[in-house]
Every structure is written in C-alpha cells, then in structure tokens.
C-alpha cells in the first residue's frame, strides 16, 4: 500500500553517505565465475539408516568397554 505523503509504505531514506552522492548508492555487483546452478540438497538418511547405525555403534561401544573392563 503506498500512502501519500513522507511516511509512505514502500519509500526508503537515503543515509547520510547517499546524500553526500547526490542521492545515488554505488554499489560493485559481484558475480560468481561459474554460472553452473546450485546442487539440490540430498535427502536426509530416514529413521531406519539412523537406528541401524545407532545400535551398530553402541554394540561395538559394549564389545569395546566389556573387553576393557575384562582385563
């Protein structure tokens, strides 16, 4: 919505180092060397993956520990 007046919606103010500009802000436009689009994201492992890794290490945590504690 664009109001009428100094206090509209949609107006930006000019900080002070733009008005020392005449109202213009230099800005150096920065572009990456490859124009290759970005990878999409993998999935993340579900639930299973997780819970099979999970006791897989902390069986070999047990074995570990119950060997150590045997000596």
């Not at 007046?5 to 213009?24: I, N």
């Not at 999409?40 to 074995?63: C, D, H, K, N, Q």
């Amino acid at each position: 919505m664009n109001l009428p007046g100094p206090c509209r919606d949609q107006e930006q103010a000019l900080s002070p180092a733009a008005d020392s500009f005449g109202g213009q802000i230099l800005i150096k436009s920065i572009r990456p060397d490859k124009t290759d689009p970005i990878p999409m994201r993998t999935e993340p492992p579900r639930i299973g993956t997780i819970m099979i890794r999970f006791v897989g290490l902390l069986a070999v945590a047990v074995v570990v520990l119950a060997l150590i504690y045997s000596r």
